[in-house]
């Protein structure tokens, strides 16, 4: 064979390689390991991730498969708010985490203001709805047109949340006596399944998967909430805002796993009502 010849064959073969692995090649340099995808999941944050197990950590499975890459799935313990975790596990890094930056974040929301203020990350490829909730006794609150019926009956939230500020402050502090503070909404589903509450508000997909076999003892309805600003939104993923080819390959990877009902499926598993995302983002 002709220098040239061969020399013509190493590029074919060479550009074969680069298309092959597209949308990891752009992957941050100092983090990325050869054949490998990092992704970042929630630390104890079931139904998502748990240990090994869990939504996110399945579908970071799925993407890592659909690009073929090997998995790496590292668990981050969450900051004050998106941004510190966008930050902490992107594009800076926490001072004690030293080489723990990911390739890609899951359940991060897909919202323009969070895109707005965290211009270091890209946002893309949303894969559920989630919205917040009320999860109530039939037996205790038949009906429930409005919050009004927390001045006398017991309500559990997840300390620190948008829907604990929203039942603390709203109606001039009326419900404030009834509202119970719980370290996480499964720990309120938990006391609602016992009886120590009679409802529970949060992020549907939570509750049902706490709720488990018992859910048909209960109603679940969106939250009648007046002036709550979000009470739904759809959750994606990020990436640093540099790793183009890594963001159009996730992308794509996402909708082929949303199109043929792979992500509905791992949600149906643990029987939580699936919502698609709206948007193309």
């Known amino acids: 064979m002709s220098t040239e010849r061969l020399r013509a064959g190493l590029l074919v073969c060479a550009a074969w390689s680069a298309t092959a692995v597209?949308?990891?090649?752009?992957?941050?340099l100092e983090t990325r390991e050869a054949g490998r995808l990092v992704v970042a999941v929630y630390r104890d944050f079931a139904p998502y991730a748990q240990g090994e197990q869990g939504i996110d950590v399945e579908i970071a499975k799925a993407l890592a498969a659909k690009l073929g890459l090997a998995p790496e799935i590292r668990d981050y313990p969450a900051a004050d708010n998106v941004d510190g975790d966008l930050r902490n596990i992107l594009w800076r890094g926490h001072p004690l985490w030293k080489g723990r930056l990911a390739d890609v974040m899951m359940h991060v929301p897909v919202?323009?203001?969070?895109?707005?203020?965290?211009?270091?990350?890209k946002i893309l490829a949303p894969y559920f709805r989630e919205r917040?909730?009320?999860?109530?006794?039939?037996?205790?609150?038949p009906q429930l047109p409005t919050l009004q019926v927390f001045t006398t009956e017991k309500i559990g939230?997840?300390?620190?949340?948008?829907?604990?500020?929203?039942?603390?402050?709203s109606f001039g502090g009326l419900l404030r006596d009834n509202v119970v503070h719980y370290a996480s909404a499964s720990e309120a589903t938990a006391a609602l399944l016992k009886g120590?509450?009679?409802?529970?508000?949060?992020?549907?997909?939570?509750?049902?998967?706490a709720l488990g076999s018992e859910s048909a003892r209960f109603e679940i309805a969106a939250a009648p909430a007046p002036g709550l600003a979000t009470t739904g939104w759809e959750l994606g993923?990020?990436?640093?805002?540099?790793?183009?080819g890594l963001?159009?390959?996730?992308?794509?990877?996402?909708?082929?796993?949303?199109?043929?009902?792979?992500?509905?499926?791992?949600?149906?598993?643990?029987?939580?009502?699936?919502?698609?995302?709206?948007?193309?983002?």
Do not use: W
């Open 132 to 141: 917040l909730v009320v999860a109530r006794s039939r037996t205790r609150i």
């Open 196 to 209: 120590e509450v009679a409802a529970v508000m949060g992020r549907q997909s939570v509750i049902e998967a």
């Open 247 to 281: 963001a159009a390959a996730l992308q794509r990877a996402m909708a082929d796993l949303v199109a043929d009902g792979s992500i509905e499926r791992i949600f149906a598993k643990r029987s939580i009502t699936y919502r698609s995302p709206s948007t193309g983002l």
């Open 237 to 244: 993923l990020a990436v640093k805002a540099e790793s183009t």
């Open 157 to 169: 939230v997840q300390v620190e949340t948008v829907e604990d500020r929203y039942l603390v402050s």
């Open 111 to 121: 919202d323009p203001h969070v895109m707005k203020k965290n211009g270091q990350v």
């Open 22 to 28: 597209a949308g990891v090649v752009d992957a941050p």
